[in-house]
T-cell receptor, first 113, second 115 residues
Framework: AQSVTQLDSQVPVFEEAPVELRCNYS??????LFWYVQYPNQGLQLLLK??????LVKGINGFEAEFNKSQTSFHLRKPSVHISDTAEYFC???????????FGTGTSLTVIP | EAGVTQFPSHSVIEKGQTVTLRCDPI?????LYWYRRVMGKEIKFLLH????????ESGMPNNRFLAERTGGTYSTLKVQPAELEDSGVYFC?????????????FGSGTRLTVV
């Protein structure tokens, strides 16, 4: 069975400050890891994904995430946020032998001017 | 290319009524998925089509939900009769057959409110 935990439901941060959105997962099989973003009134957009190789992955809009297998974590980071980063962020896993995604409950990021 | 399109974007219906949600996947994508997010909860898998066949419908909550994909193109998700707990955002996604499931494209979702 797979599960994803996003401990922070809401994260307020001032513009140009760094941010980290936390994600931990549990799985009995090997998984791929993803971060999706949903801007207001839009669909889910892929930010970045980890399939294999380097544990530090870079995505769009200056975001990056690091896969830590021992801690089963995949935290999302950005060194300096902008107002336009205000959105809801979802961490997800997919077993590497299946098609179904398992999502966390989401983290609402609010960037304060 | 056009993205995944979902209709309607919002729907408000009364308990006991019927609602049909539609999803138009990206042209040529054989895989089509439905997911649902109930307020404040995680996004949960409902079912997966490969072309017109249901590959996995393990996430469908009960028999009030009926999904179809006639001809392997667009898909519909009907809720009949709707209950209050069916409120949420319904997402559709599609992917190319040869790319497996790791590279989905999601639609904007349909926000369903049952009152």
């Amino acid at each position: 069975a797979q599960s994803v935990t996003q401990l922070d439901s809401q994260v307020p941060v001032f513009e140009e400050a760094p941010v980290e959105l936390r994600c931990n997962y549990s799985s009995s099989v090997s998984v791929y890891l993803f971060w999706y973003v949903q801007y207001p009134n839009q669909g889910l957009q892929l930010l970045l994904k980890y399939l294999s190789g380097s544990t530090l992955v870079k995505g769009i809009n200056g975001f990056e995430a690091e896969f830590n297998k021992s801690q089963t974590s995949f935290h999302l980071r950005k060194p300096s946020v902008h107002i336009s980063d205000t959105a809801e962020y979802f961490c997800a896993v997919r077993p590497n032998t299946g098609n179904q995604f398992y999502f966390g409950t989401g983290t609402s990021l609010t960037v304060i001017p | 290319e056009a993205g995944v399109t979902q209709f309607p974007s919002h729907s408000v219906i009364e308990k006991g009524q019927t609602v049909t949600l539609r999803c138009d996947p990206i042209s040529g994508h054989d895989n089509l998925y439905w997911y649902r997010r109930v307020m404040g909860k995680e996004i949960k898998f409902l079912l997966h089509f490969v072309k017109e066949s249901k590959q996995d419908e393990s996430g469908m909550p009960n028999n009030r939900f009926l999904a179809e994909r006639t001809g392997g193109t667009y898909s519909t998700l009907k809720v009949q009769p709707a209950e209050l707990e069916d409120s949420g955002v319904y997402f559709c996604a599609s992917s190319h057959a040869n790319r497996g499931g790791y590279g989905y494209t999601f639609g904007s979702g349909t926000r369903l409110t049952v009152v």
